[in-house]
């Protein structure tokens, strides 16, 4: 079955610390990758995507994740974290087999929270 | 506001009461889903509709459970006989159906409390 794991549960940084955060997925056909974040009180928003393309992709606020089909990891970096960053971060996968249609399914992860102390 | 809503919020109910939530999704979605989360889990999916189809429903969504989509506008989703592991959040994601990337917008939630 597909599973998405999220190695860090609770990260605690410190402003102007470098983050990443770890996303491995287990599924060997065609995916598209996601990071969604949810701050306090809100709901989810999508952070940045993976379809397909270069590897390295860059989406809102600074982050940017690292595709590594090799290794089926899709990392959340950031260089440098700031107080507002402190939200609740929701790796995910759609993915689908050779000749299926895409139902845009999302596979998540248990997610990580990240408290960032000013 | 253009994005997706869900109604109501916050919803608490006695166990073996009947509940139903409604998601309006953003206007020009043809796509679907709903979602469930507890506390300190990802979202589980729930179902998927396309247009007034609903083409697919997770092993997660018991004969207590069942789902709409009239006219694939809004969506409702209805629990019978609750019980107290129903407690959860259930959210609802809308997207266009273009190809294979798919990108889902979800709505705040509602909060389910089972007593």
């Known amino acids: 079955a597909q599973s998405v794991s999220q190695h860090n549960h609770h990260v605690i940084l410190s402003e102007a610390a470098s983050l990443e955060l770890g996303c491995n997925y287990s599924?060997?056909?065609?995916?598209?990758l996601f990071w969604y974040v949810q701050y306090p009180g809100q709901h989810l928003q999508l952070l940045l995507k993976y379809f397909s393309g270069d590897p390295l992709v860059k989406g809102i606020k600074g982050f940017e994740a690292e595709f590594i089909k090799s290794k089926f990891s899709f990392n959340l970096r950031k260089p440098s974290v700031q107080w507002s960053d402190t939200a609740e971060y929701f790796c995910?996968?759609?993915?689908w087999g050779y000749g299926s249609s895409n139902t845009g399914k999302l596979i998540f992860g248990q997610g990580t929270t990240l408290q960032v102390k000013p | 506001d253009t994005g997706v809503s869900q109604n109501p919020r916050h919803k608490i109910t006695k166990r073996g009461q009947n509940v139903t939530f409604r998601c309006d999704p953003i206007s020009e979605h043809n796509r679907l889903y709903w979602y469930r989360q507890t506390l300190g889990q990802g979202p589980e999916f729930l179902t998927y509709f396309q247009n007034e189809a609903q083409l697919e429903k997770s092993r997660l969504l018991s004969d207590r459970f069942s789902a709409e989509r009239p006219k694939g506008s809004f969506s409702t989703l209805e629990i019978q006989r609750t019980e107290q592991g129903d407690s959860a959040m259930y959210l609802c994601?809308?997207?266009?159906?273009?190809?294979?990337?798919?990108?889902?917008?979800f709505g705040p939630g509602t909060r389910l409390t089972v007593t």
């Open positions: 995910a996968v759609n993915a």
């Open positions: 994601a809308s997207s266009l159906d273009w190809g294979q990337t798919a990108e889902q917008y």
């Open positions: 599924y060997g056909g065609t995916v598209n």
